[in-house]
């Protein structure tokens, strides 16, 4: 199983970037996927998941309102849509699938890096 995330880079304060995870190796139709980031010195944390079957997303507050998860199941690849940046979303982006009751089956791809700059 392989969870390959892209799109990260430097982008202004009050820009957008569009990061991606293409997901191989199983189908993920009983999977929740989603996102968490890491900003230097501080611990992991949670950004936003989707089930992958039933499309239902959820969203930290802190990024309620600005960034937006989906998915393309043709593609077997999830995106995060993320507007209105502001610094403190500087972080390592991860993608993570987990099988929804069996938090011990997760995969977890490697980080992006996004910079927001002012």
């Known amino acids: 199983v392989q969870l390959q995330a892209s799109g990260g880079g430097l982008v202004q304060a009050g820009g957008s970037l569009r990061l991606s995870c293409a997901a191989s190796?199983?189908?993920?139709?009983?999977?929740?996927m989603g996102w968490f980031r890491q900003a230097p010195g501080k611990e992991r944390e949670f950004v936003s998941t989707?089930?992958?079957?039933?499309?239902?997303?959820t969203y930290a507050d802190s990024v309620k309102g600005r960034f937006t998860i989906s998915r393309d199941s043709a593609k077997n690849t999830i995106y995060l849509q993320m507007n209105s940046l502001k610094l403190e979303d500087t972080a390592v982006y991860y993608c993570?699938?987990?099988?929804?009751?069996?938090?011990?089956?997760?995969?977890w791809g490697q980080g992006t890096l996004v910079t927001v700059s002012s």
């Open positions: 993570a699938a987990q099988r929804i009751g069996v938090p011990a089956d997760n995969y």
């Open positions: 989707i089930i992958w079957r039933s499309g239902t997303t």
């Open positions: 190796g199983r189908t993920f139709s009983s999977y929740a």
